[in-house]
C-alpha cells in the first residue's frame, strides 16, 4: 500500500470476526477505525463522527449495504465508498458503482489488494476532509442542489414550501460550513468535493427538508 497519512475508516459488516480483522489490519498500518455491525448504527455516527472512507459489506440483516451507500450519498455525498460483499455478482457491482461507489471488492479479502485500494481512496479524498467543518443536514444539502441549479432564495422557498428567512439560513449555514465567503468559492468548494460533475446526471437531494 503506498504511504498515506493516517485516515479516519468507517467499516460495516455483520460479522464480528470480519470487524476485528479489518480493524487491525488497518490499524497496523496506522489508521484510525470504526467498526459498525449495522446501518442504523453507522449513520448515527456519521451524523458527526469523522469519516475519510467508508467501507460497507452488502449483505447484512435488515438495511443492506446498497441502502447505507444510497444514504451516504444524499446525505455525505463527498464521502468515498468501497463495497465489499461475499455474494458479488456483475449486476450488484454494476449497481453499487452507478450508486456511487468508488470501487466493489470481494470477499474474501486479499491483504494487499484491500489495502492498495483503501490507500487510494484516501489519497484521492485527502483534501475533502479539511473543506468541512461539520456535516451538512438534509435541509442543507437541499439547498446546496437547488442553489447550485441556479435558483435564487425566492425560488428555493417556493419549491420547499418554506419562508424566504428559512432558506436564508440554511444557505449562510451552508456557506459557513463550506468555508465560503461568496457563490463562487461555494461553487470551488464543490468541484472539490466531486458534487459538481459536469459529465454526469446531478444526484438527487432527499426529497424533504
Keep these: 500500500m503506498e504511504s498515506t497519512k493516517p485516515g479516519h475508516v468507517v467499516f460495516v459488516d455483520d460479522e464480528p470476526n470480519v470487524c476485528d480483522t479489518v480493524r487491525k489490519t488497518l490499524e497496523r498500518v496506522g489508521m484510525n477505525v470504526v467498526c459498525f455491525h449495522g446501518v442504523a ?31 451516504v450519498k444524499v446525505r455525505l455525498p463527498w464521502i468515498p465508498v468501497l463495497v465489499i460483499t461475499g455474494y458479488g455478482d456483475v449486476p450488484m457491482a454494476v449497481a453499487a458503482l452507478k450508486a456511487g461507489a468508488e470501487d466493489f471488492l470481494e470477499k474474501p479479502l486479499d491483504r494487499e489488494t484491500f489495502l492498495d485500494t483503501v490507500g487510494r ?24 442542489y437547488l442553489v447550485l441549479d441556479g435558483k435564487n432564495n425566492r ?18 449555514h451552508v456557506m459557513r460550513k463550506l468555508g465560503a465567503a ?3 468559492e461555494l461553487l470551488r468548494r464543490v468541484a472539490d468535493l466531486g458534487l459538481l460533475r459536469l459529465d454526469a446526471p446531478r444526484r438527487q437531494g432527499p426529497s424533504t427538508p
Design 182 to 184: 461568496n457563490l463562487i
Design 121 to 144: 481512496l484516501l489519497k484521492q479524498n485527502a483534501g475533502c476532509a479539511s473543506l468541512l467543518d461539520q456535516c451538512l443536514t438534509k435541509a442543507e444539502m437541499k439547498v446546496l
Design 155 to 172: 425560488q428555493i422557498a417556493d419549491e420547499l414550501h418554506r419562508s424566504t428567512r428559512t432558506i436564508e439560513v440554511h444557505r449562510s
Design 41 to 71: 448504527d453507522c449513520l448515527t455516527y456519521l451524523a458527526s463522527g469523522r469519516c475519510d472512507l467508508l467501507v460497507t459489506d452488502v449483505k447484512m440483516p435488515g438495511r443492506s449495504g446498497i441502502d447505507l451507500l444510497n444514504e
